[in-house]
């Protein structure tokens, strides 16, 4: 008897030491995850305007941003190209890591299309984001039904700094404008951007 309970004292030590093995294993691989989130957020947080950059663009503005997760599938994006002010609010599909990834795509889409086609018309910028976005995720080789179909709704603005006026298109996400206490809605185009059966080209909203 007297053995058999030594045995099983060595037994049930052993046991305990293999599970605080595991736990230690398991610990250091949540912190080798949470680094990464964590370094991903800062390389996130670098596309992202500076406040002193918005600062620059509008004489009195603030952005309101509190991402669910450590990284966010939403951002926003402001641009100035000579005397216009090019600014959006995006909602990609997913949240966390996935929506992160497709933020990115959504933001170097939006950078090429006025860095690189030379595009100013809100509507315009949006067809040609559509057309990056569906190319980014088209996979070479494969048929069509294989493509991932994450992508993004987003409200885009341009603002004319010399005439003061507001170009404005949208998808799925409208544009709400506080004025002498009443709050006027342009309605967006209800279409995402990305994969989608029947698009048509986006709507430029013109707001004096």
Sequence with gaps: ??????????????????????KEIVEEKNQDIMDSIRYAKHIQDAILPSDEFIEECFEDAF????????????????????NKVFFAAVDCTGHGVPGAFVSIVGNNGLNRAINEFQLTKPGEILDKLAELVIESFKQQGTSEVDDVKDGMDLALCVLDLDTNTLEYSGANNPLYILRNGEILETK?????????????????NLIG
């Design 63 to 82: 952005v309101l941003f509190k991402p669910k997760d450590i990284v966010s599938g939403d951002f926003y994006w402001v641009k100035r190209k000579d």
């Design 188 to 204: 967006a185009d209800k279409q995402p951007i990305g994969s989608y059966d029947n698009r048509k080209a986006f709507n430029t």
């Design 1 to 22: 008897l007297e053995r058999t309970v030594v045995a099983r004292t060595a037994e049930i030590v052993s046991q305990k030491e293999e599970v605080e093995k595991q």
